[in-house]
């Protein structure tokens, strides 16, 4: 049972230490449930930007807690593909 509040311990430090755009758009995502085009309207960037904040957080928090000698699951971005062009039938 200590193993794994040490192990919480840990993650919450990593994700403290990220940056703050890092930080939010992972809080946003992964703690409050909005989609990624959500989080990106929500904060007036692009979508891209958002994905690009999410990869950047998740490996800084997979090699924070890695080096800590434990590891998280990694979660899965949640994205839609992009529309290329109007839909015909």
């Known amino acids: ?3 794994s509040t040490i192990d919480i311990d ?3 430090e990593a994700l403290e230490a990220l940056s703050p755009e890092l930080r ?6 992964y703690y409050s449930g909005f989609t990624v ?3 990106a309207d ?8 958002v994905e690009e904040r999410l990869l950047e957080g ?3 928090l997979d090699a924070s807690v890695a080096t800590s000698g ?4 990694k979660p899965r971005v949640r994205t839609r ?6 839909r015909t039938r």
Do not use: C, F, K
């Open 1 to 3: 049972m200590l193993s």
């Open 10 to 12: 840990r993650s919450a």
């Open 24 to 29: 939010q758009s992972i809080h946003l995502t």
């Open 37 to 39: 085009t959500q989080v």
């Open 42 to 49: 929500l904060l007036g960037v692009t979508t891209t930007v």
């Open 58 to 60: 998740l490996r800084t």
């Open 70 to 73: 434990t590891s998280t699951p």
């Open 81 to 86: 593909p992009a529309r290329r062009g109007p």
